[in-house]
């Protein structure tokens, strides 16, 4: 039965039995998204993702997320059109060439529209449309380090010492013959001085390096819907 035999919209799903439309009745190619939709964008809508894609080669329509630019000549003129309407959420290349969300290296969080679960703390600028944050590997700051790590202190000393004096005084010897001579007396005691100190520690025993900061990751290609 030929096309022209059918009016347009004769043919609704309460009109065809449950099952009658099998996939041997349907001729290679016949149903195309323009025969799904008005619009091809309302089954698979362009710009959708960067989704994990485990395959090394891409699916018929679909682009890597890898951050390129998409020029007039983009054979993804519906992918470009978005990005340039939302304002080249993912940066720019030269004036009005829009770039694609570059996923390589990276996992994907939501926009956080307010939730306070990702801040400027952590994503630069905020975590809007577009916008990157984390690292690989992280080092800690004195600030992040447990409490309880003293670093310095003061104790109570008390300190006694021993002296010994020599007392020279002169007392005549005899009288009359103007001759002295030297008798020596001796005396101790102690001295006692109290206080305190001051130390600080210095840990010689750390690096300083930077630690791991990844999740356990499974790596996949990532890919966007491009028309």
């Known amino acids: 039965m030929a096309n022209s035999k059918l009016a347009t919209g004769s043919v609704t799903t309460n009109k065809l039995a449950d099952q009658n439309v099998t996939t041997a009745k349907v001729a290679d190619a016949a149903i195309t998204f323009a025969k799904l939709g008005s619009d091809a964008n309302q089954v698979i809508p362009a710009g959708l993702g960067p989704v994990r894609w485990s395959g090394a080669t891409l699916p018929l329509g679909w682009d890597w997320a890898d951050g390129g630019v998409l020029l007039s000549d983009t054979p993804y003129p519906t992918l470009r059109a978005r990005y340039i309407a939302d304002g080249f959420p993912f940066g ?13 290296g990276a996992v994907i969080a939501g926009v956080d529209g307010g939730a306070g679960r990702l801040t400027s703390a952590t994503i630069l600028g905020g975590a809007l449309l577009g916008k990157r944050g984390g690292a690989e ?18 104790n109570a000393i008390s300190v006694t010492t021993n002296r010994s004096d020599l007392d020279l005084g002169l007392t005549p010897s005899s009288t009359g013959g103007g001759q002295f001579g030297f008798n020596s007396a001796s005396g101790s005691g102690a001295v006692t001085s109290t206080g305190s100190n001051s130390i600080s520690v210095t840990s010689n025993n750390t690096g300083g390096q930077a630690h791991n900061n990844v999740q356990p990751t499974l790596v996949c290609n990532m890919i966007i819907k491009a028309h």
């Open 92 to 104: 720019q290349y030269g004036s009005g060439n829009p770039k694609k969300p570059d996923a390589r």
């Open 137 to 154: 590997t992280v080092p800690l700051s004195l600030a992040q380090l447990p409490t309880g790590i003293t670093s310095n202190g003061s």
